[in-house]
């Protein structure tokens, strides 16, 4: 089956941790990006790629950095310089044709020890 | 500044009546629009989409109006039945290759039996 895979499901960063969030898709989708949601609010965008090797900042970049050096793989890494982190990650996919709809992950659920 | 408004925080609706969910946009180049249900500690998931070339589009229980010249986009669901509650957002792009989607703040919806 076809998907994308976000884990953890919740994960607990300490004080001046960097945590690591995982998604991988097979659905050979050009595009990955990373949203973040807080309680009561909408999608806002990380980070996101077209291509592999290649990535840019959404609307709220700061304190979080990516990498995509595999189409499969787009890893979101949450510095310590995030001094917000709590919130609900959600990685998306879509092929790179035009007017092709975002296909999300389950999410994962980050919150501060 | 919100470019994608949807205005009603959350909707009660009786099982077996209409559903209406509105969404509204400031930016007049967005020209695809999807909307998508979200269950709590989930991903979202894909409902129906819109081009800017229509005013209408349907699948089932679930049709979208858009009006382009109001910006202002509606989802309707026919009849309404409990397990359409859940979290609705609407989300807009410009189409381009590298077009991203922005999201609104999502309606609650709840269907009462």
């Known amino acids: 089956d076809g998907g994308i895979t976000q884990s953890p499901k919740y994960l607990f960063r300490k004080e001046g941790q960097n945590v690591t969030l995982s998604c991988e898709q097979n659905?050979?989708?050009?595009?990955m990006y990373w949203y973040r949601q807080d309680p009561g609010q909408g999608l806002r965008l990380i980070y996101y790629?077209?291509?592999?090797?290649?990535?840019q900042k959404g609307d709220i970049a700061e304190g979080y950095s990516v990498s995509r050096e595999k189409k499969e793989s787009f890893p979101l890494t949450v510095t310590s310089a995030q001094k917000n982190p709590t919130a609900f990650y959600l990685c998306?996919?879509?092929?790179?044709?035009?007017?092709?709809?975002?296909?999300f992950g389950s999410g994962t659920q980050l919150s501060v020890l | 500044d919100q470019q994608v408004k949807q205005n009603s925080p959350s909707l009660s609706v009786q099982e077996g009546r209409i559903s209406i969910l509105n969404c509204d946009y400031t930016?007049?180049?967005?020209?695809?629009f999807l909307w998508y249900k979200k269950y709590p500690a989930e991903g979202p998931t894909f409902l129906i989409s819109?081009?800017?070339?229509?005013d209408k589009n349907e699948d089932g229980r679930f049709t979208v109006f858009l009006n382009k010249s109001a910006k202002h986009l509606s989802l309707h669901i026919v009849p309404s039945q409990p397990g359409d509650s859940a979290v609705y957002f609407c989300?807009?792009?410009?189409?381009?290759?590298?077009?991203?989607?922005?999201f609104g703040p999502g309606t609650r919806l709840s269907v009462l039996p």
């Open positions: 930016n007049s180049m967005f020209d695809y």
């Open positions: 819109i081009s800017s070339i229509k």
């Open positions: 998306a996919s879509r092929a790179g044709r035009v007017n092709e709809k975002l296909f």
């Open positions: 790629s077209q291509i592999v090797n290649d990535f």
């Open positions: 989300a807009a792009s410009a189409g381009n290759y590298g077009q991203n989607f922005v």
């Open positions: 659905l050979n989708h050009d595009a």
